[in-house]
């Protein structure tokens, strides 16, 4: 069941969402820059799709071509991001904290943005941060990406040299960028609308709480991507007066001005902490929330159906023009028109006693992508039309070096990998990250 509050988008509101606050509206650029060719952000595009409609995936069993283990040149420890790849280098972040709050690597204060040659995996430059806190994104000749100290900042993809930077007053996530503008969250539930020529804010929108206004602490917390429609931008915030656990809400904001335009509180409990990024398409967003998929209309947040994934820990959801693709109990292609389930890719993962799952079988939790007629999942790829095995490390095989569960966690970041070049890039949550295939050879 779900409860459906319009609220108030004005300056001042008590609980609801506050927009427009700046008093500005930023409407999409014909003359912005375009994103560089490659995998530019995680989810590929700003609507989170996670679909290459023109990209070409990796031969079927690829060389591994190179390895990078970022722990060998930066000691904080921490989580790694999702891979982003234009066609001269591969950009990774070092140091985050686990999203999930569950095995958390020991690490210290600090981390690294690296960028590493695209063609023989060596690091060509770095850049310190002070608290990393999402996956970073291209656009023209500039990296997006935020830090825990509330700082969003752009340098240049050749050097590493800081362009600008702005203050956002919490922990930045991974940016969605579209059209000329940055649409981000912060952890404490605002998201952002930002100027990635000049890094000023055009809007920003912000849910207000008892304890928030109180100074109790933050009510609100959000950990993924915003997802850009034509119109609309959707977000996942959670909400709570005292966590765990925290409730989800999804909403949607004017695109150009941040203001409201629904909101749907669901009665679906996160304990974790860590809530899947939506995606939008054709006038449809797709939600995970623990135990299902939802397909929801962008223009109002109704229902449209649901899909039960049997489990509370699921992927984020990846969308082409038939079907949604969805990790959870097994990787799953869901129909588009009607959430019946088209193929599943049944796990074999041991069981794992730690999972909060709900199940004996550890959840595939890294966001797949579709490139060509192949699923990439893990470090591994199923066939698009029928989900059979083609070929790697899906992420449900103990004896593979990328095996996604076991009693120290998720291996792959939920963020997903990147495929670009003929080739696929992926991190494990530990700081390894692989490129497989590529080179005009296998």
């Known amino acids: 069941m779900q409860r459906r509050h319009v609220l108030a988008a004005v300056c001042g509101a008590g609980t609801a969402g506050v927009a427009g606050c700046l008093d500005e509206e930023c409407p999409p650029r014909t003359d912005a820059e375009p994103p560089p060719e490659g995998w530019s952000m995680p989810g590929f595009d700003a609507a989170n799709t996670g679909l290459d409609p023109d990209g070409d995936p990796p031969p079927d069993n690829p060389t591994e071509r190179w390895r990078f283990d970022a722990w060998e040149y930066d000691d904080h420890g921490g989580v790694a991001s999702a891979p982003v790849v234009d066609d001269e280098r591969v950009y990774v972040v070092y140091g985050l904290s686990a999203p999930d709050d569950r095995f958390p690597p020991e690490q210290d204060d600090g981390g690294t943005?690296?960028?590493?040659?695209?063609?023989?995996?060596?690091?060509?430059?770095?850049?310190?941060?002070?608290?990393?806190?999402?996956?970073?994104?291209?656009?023209?000749?500039?990296?997006?990406?935020?830090?825990?100290?509330?700082?969003?900042?752009?340098?240049?993809?050749?050097?590493?040299?800081?362009?600008?930077e702005t203050d956002l007053g919490a922990a930045v996530r991974t940016p969605a960028i579209a059209d000329g503008w940055c649409y981000v969250q912060t952890d404490d539930g605002r998201v952002f609308a930002v100027d990635v020529d000049t890094g000023e804010r055009c809007w920003d929108d912000r849910q207000k709480g008892i304890r928030d206004r109180l100074g109790l602490g933050d009510e609100h917390r959000a950990t993924g991507r915003p997802a850009v429609g034509d119109e609309t931008v959707i977000v996942l915030t959670?909400?709570?007066?005292?966590?765990?656990?925290?409730?989800?809400?999804?909403?949607?904001?004017?695109?150009?001005?941040?203001?409201?335009?629904?909101?749907?509180?669901?009665?679906?409990?996160?304990?974790?902490?860590?809530?899947?990024?939506?995606?939008?398409?054709?006038g449809t967003v797709y939600v995970a929330v623990p135990g299902e998929l939802q397909a929801r209309s962008v223009e109002d947040g109704?229902?449209?159906?649901?899909?039960?994934?049997?489990?509370?820990?699921?992927?984020?959801?990846?969308?082409?023009?038939?079907?949604?693709?969805?990790?959870?109990?097994?990787?799953?292609?869901?129909?588009?028109?009607?959430?019946?389930?088209?193929?599943?890719?049944?796990?074999?993962?041991?069981?794992?006693?730690?999972?909060?799952?709900?199940?004996?079988?550890?959840?595939?939790?890294?966001?797949?992508?579709?490139?060509?007629?192949?699923?990439?999942?893990?470090?591994?790829?199923?066939?698009?039309?029928?989900?059979?095995?083609?070929?790697?490390?899906?992420?449900?095989?103990?004896e593979s070096d990328y095996f996604e569960g076991g009693s120290f966690g998720r291996e792959l970041p939920t963020d997903g990998q990147a495929v670009a070049n003929g080739a696929l890039y992926a991190t494990t949550r530990w700081g390894r990250l692989a490129k497989f295939g590529g080179d005009d050879a296998s």
């Open 238 to 282: 959670g909400s709570n007066d005292d966590p765990p656990p925290w409730t989800v809400l999804v909403r949607g904001l004017d695109r150009e001005s941040g203001s409201e335009r629904w909101a749907i509180e669901l009665e679906d409990r996160i304990w974790s902490g860590a809530f899947p990024s939506p995606a939008v398409a054709d």
């Open 113 to 164: 943005v690296f960028a590493l040659e695209e063609a023989t995996g060596e690091l060509e430059w770095e850049h310190p941060l002070s608290d990393p806190s999402g996956a970073p994104a291209l656009v023209g000749d500039g990296l997006v990406v935020g830090d825990g100290d509330g700082t969003l900042a752009r340098l240049e993809r050749r050097g590493g040299d800081v362009v600008w």
């Open 302 to 398: 109704s229902l449209e159906w649901t899909f039960a994934t049997g489990v509370d820990e699921t992927s984020s959801p990846t969308v082409d023009e038939d079907a949604v693709y969805l990790g959870a109990k097994n990787a799953y292609a869901v129909d588009r028109n009607t959430g019946e389930e088209r193929w599943r890719h049944v796990n074999l993962a041991p069981d794992d006693d730690e999972s909060s799952s709900g199940t004996d079988r550890t959840p595939i939790t890294g966001a797949p992508v579709v490139v060509g007629d192949r699923v990439l999942v893990g470090f591994g790829a199923l066939d698009r039309e029928d989900g059979e095995h083609r070929w790697g490390a899906v992420g449900d095989d103990e």
